[in-house]
């Protein structure tokens, strides 16, 4: 089992910047493959950032140049850095974590709004 615990999100200005953190504790993140996932009003969740668990990382199109995933090891824990906000970046985002192929494991979510 892995718990993983968000934080940061909030209310930013567009063109601003903010970052998202996720605290995983039963199991060490580096032997699984993890992800944020974001989910704006009447839409479906979809996959924002990834790292595989052989350190291959994938952006969806609509946030490359302006995210930038990481994730450290040595504190077990996952970032999401988002810079250049726009009012299409509004949802609520989650971190994830993989058992083999599926994501298992969830954060609570965090909500990041950007204002006009």
């Known amino acids: 089992q892995v718990q993983l615990i968000q934080s940061g999100g909030g209310l930013v200005q567009a063109g601003g910047s903010l970052r998202l953190s996720c605290a995983a504790s039963g199991r060490t993140l580096s032997s699984h493959g993890v992800a944020w996932f974001r989910q704006a009003p009447g839409k479906q969740r979809e996959l924002v950032a990834s790292i595989s668990s052989g350190g291959r990382i994938n952006y969806a199109d609509s946030v490359k140049g302006r995210f930038a995933i990481s994730r450290d090891n040595s504190k077990n824990a996952l970032y999401l850095q988002m810079n250049s906000l726009n009012a299409e970046d509004t949802a609520v985002y989650y971190c994830?974590?993989?058992?083999?192929?599926?994501?298992?494991?969830w954060g609570q979510g965090t909500q990041v709004t950007v204002s006009a």
């Open positions: 994830s974590a993989a058992d083999f192929s599926s994501y298992t494991y």
